[in-house]
Antibody
Framework: QVQLQESGPGLVKPSETLSLTCTVS????????WSWIRQPPGKGLEWIGY???????DYNPSLKSRVTISVDTSKNQFSLNLNSVTAADTAVYYC??????????????WGQGTLVPVSS | AIRMTQSPSSFSASTGDRVTITCRAS??????LAWYQQKPGKAPKLLIY???TLQSGVPSRFSGSGSGTDFTLTISCLQSEDFATYYC?????????FGGGTEVDIK
């Protein structure tokens, strides 16, 4: 059974960088696309971007200038960096597994999510 | 970006009811449409993909239909564990986008 677990600081200050890591267990990170998705408190879901195990990425244009997603296949992990954060970036951040193709990006496995408040 | 609009945004229902949730895409997404269920404090759970294919382990009372721009999620006989928020998501083109959600609560 594939499991995903987000980890990272629980609080980020405005203008700083939000950094999270997703550890994948029960399966290999290769052969699938891996995404970050966020959900502001009481609101809907927003796709942030994906990475393939080869390092290929795609990002939501609304965040593209501030986002970097990277992968470490040796650790079965992928990571999110979001810089210059503001209060509007306060959200629960989820990592999730997409399909085996960039055209099959529905999310069948999700992490439990981690709330990241942005506050001074 | 393709905008996904769900209706209604919320409604009340009783156990045993047949319920239908609608999702409309601002442009055609073929059958590249998924449905998720989310309970408070939990991650979304994939219910249906390819508009009508039931994800493994999901009860058969859930069904999906539609293609192009109009889609529906139907729960044939609402159970207590089905009270939740439901989201549609298109994966036809990037950026991937979700509907605003439909909250189903107890009447």
């Amino acid at each position: 059974q594939v499991q995903l677990q987000e980890s990272g600081p629980g609080l980020v200050k405005p203008s700083e960088t939000l950094s999270l890591t997703c550890t994948v267990s029960g399966g290999f990170i290769s052969s699938y696309y891996w995404s970050w998705i966020r959900q502001p408190p009481g609101k809907g879901l927003e796709w942030i971007g994906y990475i393939y195990y080869t390092g290929s990425t795609d990002y939501n244009p609304s965040l593209k200038s501030r986002v970097t997603i990277s992968v470490d296949t040796s650790k079965n992990q992928f990571s999110l960096n979001l810089n210059s954060v503001t209060a509007a970036d306060t959200a629960v951040y989820y990592c999730a597994r997409g399909g085996g193709s960039s055209s099959l990006m529905r999310f069948d496995y999700w992490g439990q999510g981690t709330l990241v408040p942005v506050s001074s | 970006a393709i905008r996904m609009t769900q209706s209604p945004s919320s409604f009340s229902a009783s156990t045993g009811d047949r319920v239908t949730i609608t999702c409309r895409a601002s442009q055609g997404v073929s059958s590249y449409l998924a449905w998720y269920q989310q309970k408070p404090g939990k991650a979304p759970k994939l219910l249906i993909y390819a508009a009508s294919t039931l994800q493994s382990g999901v009860p058969s009372r859930f069904s999906g239909s539609g293609s192009g721009t109009d889609f529906t999620l139907t729960i044939s006989c609402l159970q207590s564990e089905d009270f939740a928020t439901y989201y549609c998501q298109q994966y036809y083109s990037y950026p991937l986008t979700f509907g605003g959600g439909t909250e189903v609560d107890i009447k």
